[in-house]
Each structure stands twice: as structure tokens, then as C-alpha cells.
């Protein structure tokens, strides 16, 4: 099984910008799909952004898109989530996740493993 954890979360102001970053245990990291998804207190978990295995292709939620970057580096078996021009809406619990697939824009119900996730809180 593939274990991950998220790093990164803090308290920031509106307009901050704040870096994510999710580790990833065993020797598969490159052979996975990887995303990041959020849930804020009493709303559903809903999709951020996913990067293919390689790198060489994201999508991003419309609500992120233009402010949030996703990456990945391979060699250290770690994805990351860039966050600029940060808002109270994107107040929430993040988390990585993995999914053996190659398809990119897929429900979160298809991904295979998760991390705990990391607490990022914007205030105005």
C-alpha cells in the first residue's frame, strides 16, 4: 500500500501565498496519478488540482485556477501545491492523493489512497 503526508498548512492573511507539499512512501510514486483535494467544516470534499504521472499535464478547479499550481518531483516521491493570492473560501482541510490510472479529470471516489490531511486557514 502507499502511505502519504501532507506538510505545509498554517494560518495566513488574505493575499498570502502558502506551499503544500504531500510525501509519498514506496517505490511506485512515479507509476501513480496524483491530486489534491479540500473540505471545509460541513461541506463535501471537493477537487483542487491533478498532475499526471509524469508532470506533464494538471487541471485545476475553476475556483483555483490562475492562483494554485500543482507539481511533482519524482525523484523525491513528493507532490506539491503552490497557493498564491490566498482567500478565506480557500479556508480547509487539503489532502494529497493517489490513484492508479492514467485518466486526469476523474470524482475523488476513484482515487486509491489518501493522506490525513494539513489545515490551511485564511482570515481577512
Known amino acids: 500500500q502507499v502511505q502519504l503526508v501532507e506538510s505545509g498548512g498554517e494560518l495566513v492573511q488574505a493575499g498570502d501565498s502558502l506551499g503544500l507539499s504531500c510525501a509519498v512512501s514506496?517505490?511506485?510514486?512515479?507509476?501513480?496519478?496524483m491530486g489534491w483535494f479540500r473540505q471545509a467544516p460541513g461541506k463535501e470534499r471537493e477537487f483542487v488540482a491533478a498532475?499526471?504521472?509524469?508532470?506533464?499535464?494538471?487541471t485545476y478547479a475553476d475556483s483555483v485556477k490562475g492562483r494554485f499550481t500543482i507539481s511533482r518531483d519524482n525523484a523525491k516521491n513528493t507532490l506539491y501545491l503552490q497557493m498564491n493570492s490566498l482567500k478565506p473560501e480557500d479556508t480547509a482541510v487539503y489532502y494529497c492523493a493517489a490513484r492508479f490510472g492514467l485518466a486526469l479529470k476523474v470524482p475523488k471516489g476513484e482515487y486509491d489512497y489518501w493522506g490525513q490531511g494539513t489545515q490551511v486557514t485564511v482570515s481577512s
Open positions: 498532475i499526471t504521472r509524469g508532470g506533464g499535464a494538471t
Open positions: 514506496g517505490r511506485t510514486f512515479g507509476s501513480y496519478t
